[in-house]
């Protein structure tokens, strides 16, 4: 039985990550999880245009996108809790640099993704911030032969609407491959 | 150690979704997981500009995504191995329409969310659509206590670099509120 529950945002859980920028010079982190996927290679995030990090982003036309742990999740969540123009968040972590210098990204993260900004979207509220990603950078350990395995990442994983964190579960199907029974079927 | 892997896209895993758009006037459906969140209530989908589903969201402005269950997962993968210039691929689905009347929407889904097109970007290869949520649909068994319960929702996450698809893990932490620990030892 369907029932309406309002113009309520479900597309969950989403990967929550550390967004890098350098603002006024220094580094500092911001904990997202409100982003996407779009075109290819492309990230798309949206930051409230309160936040300290926005000015960073389009000074630099660069950011980092940080793919934590479950074992850094007090440390992610107090990102998001704190603001850059009270704390000095980049001294939880170590930070380092890629290709375009300007993007920090955290050391303890098993996966930086490292963007170039290309569009910025006007909200009302938000900016929304669309980057091309120029360098992945993985911990070593996290790869199966060559693969990134997120079952060693341990992404922490956001459901807004009951506010709490989630851990992934198994791997149980072959994607762009589990659907062709049906097609079998459909056809015999 | 760090190693870089080029510029791979690992912002996963990602809910897979079934985005729903009349086309020449007949409901379809089509697999997306290269899907976020912009601004407040809003979705961002990216699709390459090949498929068939583009001119039914361009000329509806509307269109649903909907969030399928581990259930399903032979006739979701099914639905991006083939288009919807071929199959017919509503048969599979019992089709409900809301409150704009131009988004199809798929009753087997646990959540459905409306949408009404607010912008198009113009990729290279893919078009991005920003939608506005204008309603959510639930089903009453994956609620508690009132709030959408994604255990019960059961979520098909992908992740690409290993091509499949992974369950939902369990609940760990609070969010906005596990990093106050890190506050208070910070402070003290």
Known sequence: ????????????????????????????????????????????????????????????????????????????????????????????????YGKLGTAPMIQECPINMECRLIQTIDFPKHYGFIGEIVETYCDEQCLTEGVVDFSKVQPILLVRNDQSYWKLGDRFAKAWDVGKQLEVQKSS
Chains 1, 2 share one sequence.
């Open 1 to 96: 039985m369907k029932t309406t529950i309002g113009a309520q945002t479900c597309l969950y859980p989403m990967p929550t990550t550390l967004v890098g920028a350098n603002v006024n010079g220094k580094p500092n982190y911001i904990t997202i999880a409100h982003a996407g996927l779009m075109s290819a290679g492309c990230i798309a995030l949206s930051i409230n245009k309160v936040r300290y990090t926005n000015a960073g982003i389009k000074e630099n036309e660069s950011f980092s996108v940080n793919i934590p742990s479950v074992e850094m999740v007090k440390e992610t969540d107090y990102c998001g809790l704190v603001s850059g123009k009270d704390v000095d968040k980049a001294e939880l972590f170590e930070t380092f």
